[in-house]
């Protein structure tokens, strides 16, 4: 390792690659280091020991924000030969073995496919779709700058009505523009992916923004998995003078090289072991106080053939909610919270070959899965995921090859981020989010001239889209360097 460089990224998941690339582009010498074997963090695909030649995306799967995001935008995976292929129907609810909801890239024809909910589903979507540029900036902003375009009437308009919307779908009100099961459900399966108690505003919001993404980006699969994306800011990073160096976990400044700029894409807890006795004792204990939420434990599959769901509708999905109705996931969502693992857990489930034929390998696919759990919970959820799944596809066991899982309490032996299994590195309630990881000006900032933390646990929120990463480089350049932001763009 160099004695010296510009800036060093603790860290090579989405966020901290962002900043990585961001530093580079600006001329800086960077370098990342990664405690794991394999860069990428939350967006690595791995080789089966279930089945030669077929590959895992151990973490996550689908990528709305990855196409959404300013920063990823600008970067431009589709013109560096990364394909993210957006099915037509976005993601799928069965709600027993005879009834499902869809929603479909077009909004059209999700109302039309949810009947007397149809229309309540248009009105609540129609103006989100059509303001969806100017939201996501918003929502994947630092949450200290608001974005230009909202300084106008029709801004303001734009930002008040998916206010209501989510205010609306945050109280148990919920319910009331919604005639039968099918609305509500399709709704809530996205909520859920905040894995806390339903309804709140934190799940709101993330269900108002994903679902909007469902009809206007879609939610796309990357040909050859997430891996892919990560693979792909790697080369920009290599090809400006960057590297990155796995296997190599940093456990305290000591032994960091000399830089003028630290970016670390860590949880709050792994800043603190790395840098917690030089911060300032008030942020020091700001972040000793930082919340962790419950957790997920991931299931992979490897599947003979396609899952026999009932609805043939559902098999076309890129993402799949398990939980039945809104009131059962609700439930099953509580008992998390409570500390209890639910015996019909909130189920996730994708299978990355109806976009990408080439993740089959010798006739066998995988089948990507997670169920939200207490944090910490050690035990295997493989049998409780199965059975939510053959609910709604009976003869799915007959098409399981094998099935291995990553219990929430060994999370983080893959990732240290993921405390508890926590994959949001931090709780997302509304305080969580809105003082993520600490309430301060500069949420990017730890005290120390020259550290920053890019990790999901600043804002906006967790997810692939780098925003963090980009945000807190933004920071350092103009901090440390007094330079310019670079262009991501090839
Ligand atoms: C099961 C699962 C499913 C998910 N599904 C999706 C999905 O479908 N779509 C989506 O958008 N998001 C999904 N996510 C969330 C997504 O993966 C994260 O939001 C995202 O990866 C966060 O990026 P990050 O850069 O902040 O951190 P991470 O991706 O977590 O990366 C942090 C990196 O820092 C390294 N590190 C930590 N401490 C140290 C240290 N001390 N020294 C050196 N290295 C260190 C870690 O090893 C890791 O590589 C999922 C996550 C999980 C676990």
Redesign the pocket.
């Known amino acids: 390792m160099r004695t010296s460089t510009d800036a060093v990224v ?8 962002t900043a990585a690339v961001t530093l580079a582009r600006a001329g800086l010498d960077v370098l990342v ?4 074997p394999v ?5 690595r695909t791995l080789e089966s020991d279930q089945a030669d030649g077929l590959h895992h995306d ?9 196409l959404a995001s300013p920063a990823f935008r600008q970067f431009d995976f589709a013109a560096r030969g990364v394909e993210l292929i957006a099915p037509e129907t976005s993601y799928a609810q069965p709600i027993d073995a005879h009834q499902a909801a869809i929603a479909y890239r077009s909004l059209e024809r999700t109302a039309a496919e949810l009947g007397a909910d149809g229309p309540a589903w248009r009105n609540f979507f129609d103006p989100l779709v059509e303001n969806v540029d100017l939201l996501t900036e918003v929502a994947l902003g630092d949450r200290r700058h608001l974005p230009g375009g909202l300084l106008n009437p029709q801004g303001i308009g734009a930002l008040v009505r998916a206010g209501l919307r989510v205010i609306e779908q945050a109280t148990p009100a919920w319910n009331m523009r919604f005639r039968t099961d099918l609305g509500p459900a399709l709704l809530t399966g996205v909520a859920a992916h905040a894995i806390s108690p339903l309804p709140s505003p934190a799940a709101s919001g993330t269900s108002v923004m994903l679902a909007t993404h469902a009809h206007t980006v879609g939610w796309p699969i990357p040909v050859g998995g997430s891996g892919a994306l990560t693979a792909s800011l790697i080369s920009d990073l290599e090809a400006h003078g960057g590297r990155v160096v796995t296997g ?4 305290s400044w000591k032994e960091l090289p000399r830089a003028r700029a630290y970016l670390a ?3 709050p807890a ?1 800043l603190l ?2 840098w917690g006795d030089r911060m300032r004792p008030a942020v020091r204990r700001a972040l000793e106080r930082f919340r962790y939420g419950d957790a ?1 434990a ?1 299931v992979d599959y490897v599947l003979s053939e396609p899952v026999p769901w009932a609805d043939p509708r559902v098999g076309a999905a890129a ?1 799949v909610h398990l939980g039945g109705t809104r009131a059962e996931m609700a439930f099953a969502e509580a008992e998390v919270a409570a500390g209890r693992m639910p015996q019909r857990p909130m189920a996730l489930f ?1 299978d990355p070959s109806i976009a990408d034929a080439g993740r089959i390998v010798g006739g066998l696919r995988p089948g990507w899965a ?1 169920a939200h759990v207490p944090a910490w919970y050690p035990g295997d959820v493989t049998e409780a995921v199965t059975a939510q799944i053959e609910r709604f596809a009976p003869g799915f066991r007959d098409v399981v090859v094998s099935a291995r899982c990553t219990p929430a309490s060994q ?1 983080s032996e ?5 405390v508890g299994g926590d ?3 931090g709780a997302l309630s509304t305080w969580g989010l809105l003082a993520r990881p600490r309430l301060a000006w500069d949420p990017y900032a730890t005290s120390i001239p020259g550290v920053y933390l ?4 600043t804002p906006p929120a ?4 780098g925003m ?2 980009w945000h807190a480089a933004r920071r350092a350049l103009a901090q440390r360097f007094s330079l310019p932001v670079p262009s991501l763009a090839p």
């Open positions: 603790i860290g090579s998941g989405p966020n901290g690659l280091l990664e405690a794991q860069a990428g963090g939350g967006a151990i973490c996550s799967a689908v990528h709305p924000l990855a190599a976990e940093v456990r894409d860590t949880s792994g072991r790395i997920a991931k993402t994708s997670y999370m893959h990732n240290a981020n993921y994959i949001a590195a890019c990790s999901q646990s967790p997810g692939v889209h963090s990463g």
